[in-house]
């Protein structure tokens, strides 16, 4: 009888919460509504600045494709192909765009999509692949032309808070932040050539954003991003620029000549090889130009004289900076302009001279 008694209370406990529950939820879900948004209140002042700063700059920044001809696989027509895509920048009203050397070096043709998604022929003005500058034109309308506000680099500290604009990984329009790590890196061209004063930042850098602009926090431009440090070839906290007062001194020379008009001494050099071998420290002539300013200022090339090698004169220093490199002479005369007379320090016969000397363009 027990047993029959607590089998009926079982079957309407189980019957009465059947009907109950779904009467329950059909309760609750009616009266379901949006909850009331809770005021936000003003958007912190470094938001505001970045929000203004990407407002402002985006429409300067571009998007870069390099196109290249391949052979079809089942013909011989070329068909065009996208090779690559990085960043860059309007320089100038004229439609002058700045971007990384590497970035084009290997197209047949290239392409610029302005932040209106409008895609322009670019033509390619000149190129400095030791700095990994390049300069392209493109003939857009006046008013789809907005120049990037230039700033210096000089006066960079580290701690200073920095934004990246480009387009990584075929993402168009995108900021990142962080800041200046360090100044004064090192990093090497496509050519194996130094690039010193790089700008080392930590604002996330990806395949895609070399050529774009890297800004300080009032939104001029302080560098162009060109590569990272990643074993994964991708963003590990390090990426570097090429610091803006380099870029704005060597820019007007590719406008202007296609290329950068190095000073120079009017001599060529001994293979570096062949200094270590003789345990040499400096740079030791080889030949002197005629007519140039190493022969105006008597600097002795290594000649033979009765059937023995004499060696020539061998430069140690550049205006009182130790020289031990054909790139340390490099990156001290790059110092000068065409024109400029500097001071040589040089060995002969065992004994220091120094010679004055005026520099001459070279190719």
């Keep these: 009888m027990k047993t029959s008694l607590l089998a009926v209370f079982v079957a309407i406990a189980l019957a009465l919460w059947l009907l109950v529950d779904p009467l329950q939820r059909y309760f609750f879900r009616s009266n379901a509504e949006p909850r009331a948004v809770t005021a936000r209140g003003d958007l912190a002042a470094d938001e505001q600045n970045t929000i203004d700063i990407f407002r402002n700059t985006s429409p300067s920044v571009v998007h870069v494709t390099s196109i290249a001809l391949r052979r079809g696989f089942f013909s011989m027509n070329a068909v065009e192909i ?151 070839g991708a963003y590990a906290g390090i990426g570097f620029a090429v610091p803006v007062d380099i870029v704005n001194e060597i820019v007007p020379q590719l406008i202007k000549h296609g290329k950068i008009i190095r000073p120079g001494l009017g001599v060529s050099l001994v293979d570096e090889r062949v200094t270590k071998n003789l345990g040499i420290e400096g740079v030791l002539i080889l030949g002197v130009e005629s007519g140039g300013p190493a022969e105006a200022a008597g600097l002795r090339p290594t000649r033979q004289f009765r059937g023995e090698v004499v060696l020539g004169d061998i430069i140690v220093a550049v205006a009182g900076v130790r020289v031990q490199s054909y790139e340390d002479l490099r990156t001290a005369i790059e110092k000068f302009t065409v024109g400029a007379e500097i001071s040589l320090t040089i060995l002969r016969d065992g004994e220091k001279i120094e010679v004055p000397l005026r520099l001459t363009a070279i190719n």
């Design 82 to 232: 996208p090779q690559g895509t990085g960043s860059g920048f309007v320089w100038d009203q004229q439609g002058r765009i700045v971007t990384n050397f590497h970035v084009i070096s290997d197209a047949n043709r290239v392409q610029v999509t302005m932040a209106d998604n409008s895609t322009w022929k670019a033509v390619l003005v000149g190129a400095a692949p030791d700095k990994d500058i390049a300069v392209l034109q493109i003939d857009a309308p006046l008013q789809q032309i907005h120049p990037i506000a230039i700033g210096r680099s000089k006066d960079l500290l580290v701690g200073q808070k920095v934004f990246a604009i480009g387009n990584p990984f075929g993402f168009d329009q995108t900021i990142t932040s962080g800041i200046i790590s360090a100044l004064n890196r090192e990093i090497t061209a496509v050519t194996g050539r130094i690039i010193h004063g790089a700008i080392q930042t930590d604002a996330a850098i990806n395949p895609g954003n070399s050529g774009g602009p890297l800004l300080d926090s009032g939104g001029r431009l302080i560098g162009v991003n060109t590569s990272i440090y990643s074993p994964s």
